[in-house]
C-alpha cells in the first residue's frame, strides 16, 4: 500500500501562486508516475499533470501548461505541484495520485485532496 498525503492548499487572489505538496509513504518502491487531478464544484475530475518517480518525464494539461509546474523531492519523497498565475477557474479539490505501472492509465492510490479557492 502507498499512502499520500496532500497540503498547501488555500485561498488566494487571482493572478497568486500556491505550491502543493504531497507526501508518500508504504511501499513507495512500487510507485512508476505520480499524477496531480482536480475536481471544480459540479464538475468531473480532470487530470492536471504528471511525473515519473525518476523524475525523468512530466505531462501537464493544456489548460495548465505554462502555468503549473510539478517536480519532486527524492529525500523527501515529495510531489509537488506549483501553481502560478492562478485564475478562479483553477478553483477547485486537488488530488495526489500514485500509479504502479506504465501500462495502464489507471492510477492505484489517491490522497484525500487539498482545496484550492482563487478570488477575482
Known amino acids: 500500500q502507498v499512502q499520500l498525503v496532500e497540503s498547501g492548499g488555500g485561498l488566494v487572489q487571482a493572478g497568486g501562486s500556491l505550491r502543493l505538496s504531497c507526501v508518500a509513504s508504504?511501499?513507495?518502491?512500487?510507485?512508476?508516475?505520480m499524477g496531480w487531478f482536480r475536481q471544480a464544484p459540479g464538475k468531473e475530475r480532470e487530470f492536471v499533470g504528471s511525473?515519473?518517480?525518476?523524475?525523468?518525464?512530466?505531462y501537464y494539461a493544456d489548460s495548465v501548461k505554462g502555468r503549473f509546474t510539478i517536480s519532486r523531492d527524492d529525500a523527501m519523497n515529495t510531489v509537488y505541484l506549483q501553481t502560478n498565475s492562478l485564475k478562479p477557474e483553477d478553483t477547485a479539490i486537488y488530488y495526489c495520485a500514485a500509479r504502479k505501472t506504465a501500462y495502464s492509465n489507471n492510477y492505484d492510490y489517491w490522497g484525500q485532496g487539498t482545496q484550492v479557492t482563487v478570488s477575482s
Open positions: 511525473i515519473t518517480w525518476s523524475g525523468t518525464s512530466t
Open positions: 508504504g511501499r513507495i518502491f512500487s510507485i512508476y508516475r
